[in-house]
């Protein structure tokens, strides 16, 4: 079974400063998919960013991007020019072929004004 | 974004009554919708994947009495808690998958509090 652990219970950053929130897995299998998703206090899943396993260029999505080592397992993310609005619990997720989603403990982001 | 909903988004109910949540992809056909269940400050569990037409897959552990899902048509899944408990209170959140954007997109989460 896949597992994804995420090993930082939370992170502070200054605003407009850099942050990067890790994540690794573990799977036996060779394709699937891996994501970030941002939750806010108000609860709902936001989408922050995917990578297909077999691409090897790294996914970047504006200020959001990764740092996708398969060899290692490792999937972290980079956030840049922090805003408030960064402010949540950020999930790490593994797609398998069955489309089931395995997420990670969850970090929680605080950005400082 | 594909939008999904979700009703209700809180709910309190009394021991040992049951309790429907519905959960409808607004603008997109989803053949497969996931239930997840979410403690506080705490990850998303995957309880069961719902297929339209097919009865549910559920995770081990999670008892299939106790929640019974139904997948009636492409845009609806529903999860019914019954005899609820109060150890049933939790946040409970779907994800429809869009098959042809490869995607699933997640409900705001309906709030469980039994009484």
């Known amino acids: 079974a896949q597992t994804v652990t995420q090993s930082q219970p939370e992170m502070s950053v200054q605003e407009a400063e850099t942050v990067t929130l890790s994540c690794t897995y573990d799977t036996s299998e060779s394709d699937y998919y891996l994501f970030w998703y941002k939750q806010p206090p108000s609860r709902q899943m936001i989408l922050v960013i995917r990578q297909e396993a077999y691409k090897q260029q790294n996914a970047t999505e504006n200020r959001f991007s990764v740092n996708f080592q398969k060899a290692a397992k490792s999937f972290s993310l980079k956030i840049s020019d922090s805003q408030l609005g960064d402010a949540a619990m950020y999930f790490c997720?593994?797609?398998?072929?069955?489309?089931?989603?395995?997420f990670g403990a969850g970090t929680i982001l605080r950005v400082k004004s | 974004g594909a939008v999904v909903s979700q009703h209700p988004s809180w709910v309190i109910c009394k021991s040992g009554t049951s309790v429907k949540i519905e959960c409808r992809s607004l603008d997109f056909q989803a053949t497969t919708m996931f239930w997840y269940r979410q403690f506080p400050k705490q990850s998303l569990m995957l309880m069961a994947t719902s297929n339209e037409g097919s009865k549910a897959t559920y995770e081990q552990g999670v008892e299939k009495d106790k929640f019974l899902i139904n997948h009636a048509s492409l845009t609806l899944s529903t999860l019914t808690v019954t005899s609820a408990h109060p150890e049933d209170s939790s946040f409970y959140i779907c994800?429809?998958?869009?098959?042809?954007?490869?995607?699933?997109?997640f409900g705001p989460g309906t709030r469980l509090t039994v009484l």
């Open positions: 994800s429809a998958r869009d098959p042809v954007a490869d995607t699933q997109y």
């Open positions: 997720a593994y797609r398998s072929r069955t489309n089931k989603l395995v």
